[in-house]
């Protein structure tokens, strides 16, 4: 089945997106632990296994094939269960996910969190105005339906709880399609 609306899946799909930085990879891990979900990291599975066209050199960083991505990905995505973590979003099909979450931080905050990664110059300056620009918020509302994406603050440790409980529930109450 085409169109959204959670396919065949008994599981769901979240797509957990934001800038580098905000938190994904660790709200992704404690949100597959608390709903034995599966998690990808998109930005991981690129380097294991060679999903890229070479390295960039301006931004430090694999130029990713979204193509050979979602090939990866499609039958996984078919049978559901899985968090996909990932900074870009408008290239997965959007019958793949049945919510989009957008974390966000602000950017004293992130700035620290993206220096202490090491990141400096025209990478740290780019991901900064993403955030200032709310890119990925942008993107994933243009690329699926209102009710799909949700935005959430992604400052503290606390955040990282709420968003983990809130998702987690989600996930609990979550049923397919005609059940
Ligand atoms: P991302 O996957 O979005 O790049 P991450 O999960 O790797 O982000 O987190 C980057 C660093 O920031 C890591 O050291 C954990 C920390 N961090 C992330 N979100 C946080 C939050 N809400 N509160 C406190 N620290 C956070």
Not at 77 to 106: A, K, S
Not at 139 to 160: F, K, L, Q
């Amino acid at each position: 089945m085409d169109g959204g609306g959670g396919g065949n899946r008994t599981r769901p799909n979240i797509l957990v997106t934001g800038t580098p930085g905000t938190g994904k990879t660790t709200t992704c891990s404690l949100l597959a632990d608390a709903t034995q979900l599966r998690h990808v990291n998109v930005g991981d599975l690129v380097k294991t296994k060679n999903l890229h066209d070479g390295w960039d050199e301006e931004f430090e960083c694999h130029i990713i094939n979204e193509e050979l991505v979602c090939d990866e990905l499609e039958d996984m995505m078919e049978d559901g269960g899985v968090i996909v973590d990932y900074h870009g979003c408008d290239f997965f099909p959007e019958r793949w996910f049945d919510r989009v979450v957008v974390l966000q931080t602000d950017n004293p905050i992130l700035h620290d969190r993206l220096t202490s990664r090491g990141y400096m110059g025209p990478k740290l300056t780019n991901n900064i105005e993403c955030e200032i620009f709310q890119v990925l918020l942008e993107e994933a509302m243009s690329s699926y339906p209102e009710d799909v994406v949700v935005a959430t603050r992604s400052n503290c440790i606390e955040d990282i709880s709420r968003n983990v409980a809130m998702l987690t529930e989600w996930v609990n109450d979550w049923k397919p399609v005609g059940s």
